[in-house]
């Protein structure tokens, strides 16, 4: 016997909770969507509208013009790019590397994994900026500086990721991995052909974060190219936003290009995304 | 075995531990060297006028009232902002897990949206939103019956306005975490509850929060690490200021280090926020070893 059928007042109450919950569910949704849309309907607007009063939701008639001038005159396409292969470069690098050590911590033997485990693990709560000054100076000393690889370097391998992956490596049976070495197969094949297939999902999490963390950095890139042909999107952006201060719809769109990628990639993988980040990596 | 599982492991976690060597823990032990020397532009040219200083960066920075107020106001968007953040994740993880609600999905996507996004972008539309004329908050203030705020150009609120933007844009991301912790709640737990005539309150108060605890610790201290570093927010923004009320540590050590290209002191910057992160993660012992426990015990 359920409490709703001891109580007759329980349906009122419950259809309460239902609506209770409902409202709030959508009000926080508008609140959260509301920054979004307006950027994209800004962007829409011809020059100045955002900016009148009484304030406009909508564009009086929809243009295109400022992506035009953003992909013409401003050169849009080429920070694109250069977003594109940072994010990519750092994202394929990231996930071999740490796939390969993340599976290595957890289901190989050798000297010293626990020690390393442990200073990892600890290392875990350093901030970037602490080393990011002597890091400008190794790269300038290496002649990085102003280059895409200078830009990928701290994100080619990374503590979380490690561990992101050796968390959901230590669940594939050892009897599999036995049964292989039984059967002759080298350490290195098990890896690419058992072990490899079976992490495809933790993969695809630890993929759209480094691409996710890799595009929308700021400070790093900010740091590393001086030169301003070289910029990814957030700081060319950034830059455009002293320039063009006043030009509101303008900024809207070049807002809208810059984060509409990552929304796509995210939207696209979300389902492994997320059941990746709450079953392994965030139970440390 | 041993060989060969030896080889393979050399093989396999050599390239990631060589990067992370190279260019997390060099870096990290070289900042700490730098910290205790001069180099600044002159030494960026010619490594000869370079000096060692001991601790002449530290005693300096703490003497500093510019220092100080980047620490102050630091603390503040920490202090006010990380607890703010995990209150609307946990009221955002609470309504999608209700037993009740429909489409969580679609609104645990929504929700999510603004962490996909990156902070300069959002930067941009926000400073629109805190417009003082043109701006919607302020339209809205208006429309009902308040007066106008100037949202970034005046101290006392510069610093709100850029907490509620962060809000925005991180609350999402715990709101996961802190789901899949709800998730991981016994259902028999509330059922229990609900037959000893626990009310809704009380059975979030007996239940719900006892048990999340060790994930609202973790979430905690991942927010805290993460809200000591803030930079973007202000860079974009209000640049620091108005009179230096939005100047965080972080934005101290890049204006120190790559505009005036004082590296020594910019290092001892950054290796102060590193102390105080420090002694912050130490508080937080407590919470992780009870996070480790209960993962022992109550596993989905």
């Known amino acids: ?284 | 075995m041993k060989r060969s599982n030896l080889v393979a492991a050399a093989v396999l976690a050599g390239p990631a531990l060589i990067v992370i060597a190279a260019f997390f823990f060099v870096p990290l032990a070289a900042s700490l060297l730098l910290s205790l020397t001069d180099f600044d532009i002159y030494s960026l040219a010619d490594r000869r006028a370079l000096h060692l200083v001991g601790f002449g960066n530290y005693t300096s920075l703490l003497a500093d009232p510019l220092f100080w107020r980047a620490m102050r106001n630091t603390a503040y968007f920490v202090v006010v902002g990380g607890p703010l953040s995990i209150a609307v994740s946990l009221g955002a993880a609470l309504l999608v897990d209700a037993k009740v609600a429909r489409w969580k999905g679609l609104f645990r996507t929504v929700f999510f949206l603004p962490v996909t996004t990156t902070i300069v972008a959002v930067a941009v539309v926000w400073r629109y939103l805190y417009h003082p004329r043109f701006g919607l908050l302020n339209q809205a203030l208006a429309a009902l019956g308040f007066a106008p705020i100037d949202w970034l150009g005046d101290p006392a609120w510069s610093m709100p306005a850029i907490i509620v933007m962060a809000v925005w844009k991180n609350f999402g991301f715990n709101m996961i975490v802190l789901l899949a912790g709800l998730q991981a709640i016994p259902e028999r737990l509330y059922e229990a509850a609900s037959l000893d005539g626990a009310g809704a309150w009380r059975r979030f108060t007996a239940i719900t929060l006892p048990m999340l605890a060790p994930t609202l610790g973790f979430v905690t201290l991942l927010t805290a690490i993460g809200y000591f570093q803030l930079f973007a927010e202000p860079y974009v923004m209000t640049q620091g200021g108005p009179a230096g009320s939005t100047r965080s540590v972080v934005l101290l050590m890049y204006e120190e280090g790559f505009r005036w290209w004082n590296l020594g002191r910019a290092s001892a910057t950054a290796f102060l926020l590193f102390l105080v992160i420090v002694a912050v993660s130490m508080l937080q012992w407590p919470w992780r070893r009870g996070r480790a426990l209960a993962a022992q015990g109550v596993r989905p």
């Open chain 1, 1 to 284: 016997m359920t409490a709703a059928q001891r109580n007759p007042a329980l349906p009122m109450r419950r259809a309460a909770a239902v609506i209770g919950v409902h409202l709030l569910l959508v009000a926080a949704a508008a609140l959260t969507l509301f920054p979004l849309l307006w950027m994209a309907a800004a962007s829409l607007m011809p020059a100045g509208e955002a900016t009148s009063l009484p304030p406009r939701f909508f564009p009086s008639e929809a243009t295109l013009e400022h992506y035009r001038t953003l992909l013409g005159r401003l050169d849009l396409a080429r920070y694109l790019g250069a977003s594109a292969v940072v994010a990519l470069g750092a994202t394929v690098l990231s996930v071999t590397l740490n796939s390969m050590a993340g599976y290595a911590f957890a289901k190989l033997r050798f000297p010293g994994r626990e020690r390393l485990g442990r200073l990892l693990l600890a290392a875990l709560v350093v901030p970037g900026q602490v080393g990011m000054l002597p890091l400008f100076l190794l790269l300038r000393e290496m002649g990085l500086l102003n280059s895409y690889l200078g830009v990928i370097v701290p994100s080619m391998a990374s503590i979380f990721g490690i561990f992101l992956v050796r968390q959901y490596a230590e669940a594939i049976p050892d009897a599999l991995l036995d049964a292989a070495r039984v059967d002759g197969a080298g350490e290195l094949r098990i890896f690419a052909q058992i072990a490899l297939p079976l992490c495809r999902p933790i993969l695809v999490t630890l993929a759209v974060a480094t691409f996710m963390g890799t595009w929308n950095d700021f400070l790093w890139p900010l740091v590393v190219l001086t030169d301003d042909r070289l910029y990814t999107l957030p700081v060319a952006l950034a830059g455009l936003f002293g320039e063009h201060l006043q030009d509101t719809e303008l900024m809207m769109a070049g807002a809208v290009v810059t984060v509409l990628p990552v929304m796509l990639v995210f939207l696209l993988l979300q389902r492994y995304y997320v059941s990746g980040l709450t079953a392994g990596g965030l139970k440390g």
